[in-house]
Protein backbone atom coordinates (compact mmCIF):
# COMPACT_ATOMS: atom_id res chain seq x y z
CA UNK A 1 0.00 0.00 0.00
CA UNK A 2 1.47 3.23 -1.29
CA UNK A 3 1.74 5.74 1.70
CA UNK A 4 2.74 9.23 2.12
CA UNK A 5 3.15 11.32 5.52
CA UNK A 6 3.82 14.51 5.94
CA UNK A 7 4.57 16.31 8.70
CA UNK A 8 6.74 19.50 10.61
CA UNK A 9 3.87 21.92 9.83
CA UNK A 10 3.24 24.57 13.14
CA UNK A 11 2.67 27.50 14.17
CA UNK A 12 5.37 30.32 12.95
CA UNK A 13 6.26 34.12 12.91
CA UNK A 14 6.41 35.61 9.98
CA UNK A 15 10.29 36.07 8.84
CA UNK A 16 10.34 31.80 10.42
CA UNK A 17 11.18 28.73 8.70
CA UNK A 18 9.88 25.37 9.10
CA UNK A 19 11.04 22.27 7.51
CA UNK A 20 8.29 19.63 6.10
CA UNK A 21 8.84 16.08 5.61
CA UNK A 22 7.30 13.29 3.92
CA UNK A 23 7.64 9.96 4.76
CA UNK A 24 6.65 7.16 2.05
CA UNK A 25 6.02 3.63 1.42
CA UNK A 26 4.95 1.12 -0.45
CA UNK A 27 6.77 2.37 -3.63
CA UNK A 28 9.87 2.48 -4.77
CA UNK A 29 10.94 6.07 -3.87
CA UNK A 30 14.03 6.53 -5.75
CA UNK A 31 12.33 5.56 -9.39
CA UNK A 32 9.63 8.21 -8.18
CA UNK A 33 9.67 11.90 -9.25
CA UNK A 34 8.02 14.21 -6.19
CA UNK A 35 6.09 17.08 -5.30
CA UNK A 36 5.05 19.15 -2.75
CA UNK A 37 1.83 21.52 -3.04
CA UNK A 38 -0.47 23.34 -1.00
CA UNK A 39 -3.56 24.34 -0.66
CA UNK A 40 -5.70 27.32 0.94
CA UNK A 41 -9.40 27.59 1.95
CA UNK A 42 -11.22 28.69 -1.08
CA UNK A 43 -8.43 28.22 -3.38
CA UNK A 44 -7.61 25.45 -5.73
CA UNK A 45 -4.23 23.09 -5.24
CA UNK A 46 -0.81 24.83 -6.05
CA UNK A 47 2.27 23.65 -7.28
CA UNK A 48 4.94 24.45 -4.92
CA UNK A 49 7.94 22.28 -6.33
CA UNK A 50 9.34 19.32 -7.56
CA UNK A 51 12.15 17.30 -7.21
CA UNK A 52 12.96 14.49 -10.24
CA UNK A 53 14.65 11.10 -9.24
CA UNK A 54 18.43 12.60 -10.00
CA UNK A 55 17.91 15.24 -7.73
CA UNK A 56 17.25 17.99 -10.23
CA UNK A 57 14.73 20.76 -8.89
CA UNK A 58 11.85 22.68 -10.01
CA UNK A 59 10.27 25.47 -8.16
CA UNK A 60 7.04 28.06 -8.75
CA UNK A 61 7.63 31.46 -8.35
CA UNK A 62 5.83 31.75 -5.11
CA UNK A 63 9.23 29.19 -3.52
CA UNK A 64 11.56 30.60 -5.58
CA UNK A 65 14.75 31.50 -3.41
CA UNK A 66 12.68 30.60 -0.40
CA UNK A 67 12.41 27.01 -0.28
CA UNK A 68 14.22 24.02 -1.05
CA UNK A 69 13.04 20.53 -2.11
CA UNK A 70 15.10 17.66 -1.45
CA UNK A 71 15.01 13.90 -0.96
CA UNK A 72 16.88 11.32 0.82
CA UNK A 73 16.21 8.12 -1.17
CA UNK A 74 17.52 5.77 1.67
CA UNK A 75 14.83 7.48 3.92
CA UNK A 76 12.03 7.26 1.13
CA UNK A 77 11.78 10.69 2.46
CA UNK A 78 10.77 14.21 0.97
CA UNK A 79 12.08 17.33 2.03
CA UNK A 80 10.87 21.07 2.01
CA UNK A 81 12.40 23.48 3.68
CA UNK A 82 11.15 26.99 3.73
CA UNK A 83 12.27 29.74 4.73
CA UNK A 84 11.53 33.71 5.08
CA UNK A 85 7.93 32.54 5.15
CA UNK A 86 4.79 34.93 5.34
CA UNK A 87 1.28 35.02 6.10
CA UNK A 88 0.31 33.92 1.98
CA UNK A 89 2.01 30.88 2.95
CA UNK A 90 0.08 29.60 5.51
CA UNK A 91 -1.94 26.99 3.83
CA UNK A 92 -2.28 22.56 3.82
CA UNK A 93 0.80 21.46 2.51
CA UNK A 94 0.76 17.95 0.67
CA UNK A 95 3.37 15.94 -0.84
CA UNK A 96 2.59 13.96 -3.75
CA UNK A 97 4.12 11.10 -6.12
CA UNK A 98 4.30 12.95 -9.69
CA UNK A 99 1.67 11.91 -12.49
CA UNK A 100 -0.11 9.69 -9.89
CA UNK A 101 -3.33 9.70 -8.24
CA UNK A 102 -1.48 9.48 -4.76
CA UNK A 103 -1.04 12.45 -2.25
CA UNK A 104 -0.37 12.65 1.23
CA UNK A 105 -2.88 13.94 3.54
CA UNK A 106 -0.77 17.18 4.69
CA UNK A 107 0.46 19.24 7.19
CA UNK A 108 -0.94 22.42 8.06
CA UNK A 109 0.96 25.47 8.33
CA UNK A 110 0.48 28.40 10.22
CA UNK A 111 1.96 32.02 10.07
CA UNK A 112 1.42 34.96 11.70
CA UNK A 113 1.85 38.22 11.10
Known amino acids: EVQLVESGGGLVQSGGSLRLSCETS????????MSWGRRTPGKKLEWISS???????TSSASAKGRFTTSRDNAKSTLYLEMNDLTPDDAALYHC???????WGRGTRVTVSS
Open 51 to 57: IQTDGTT
Open 96 to 102: AIDRTEF
Open 26 to 33: GFPFGDYA
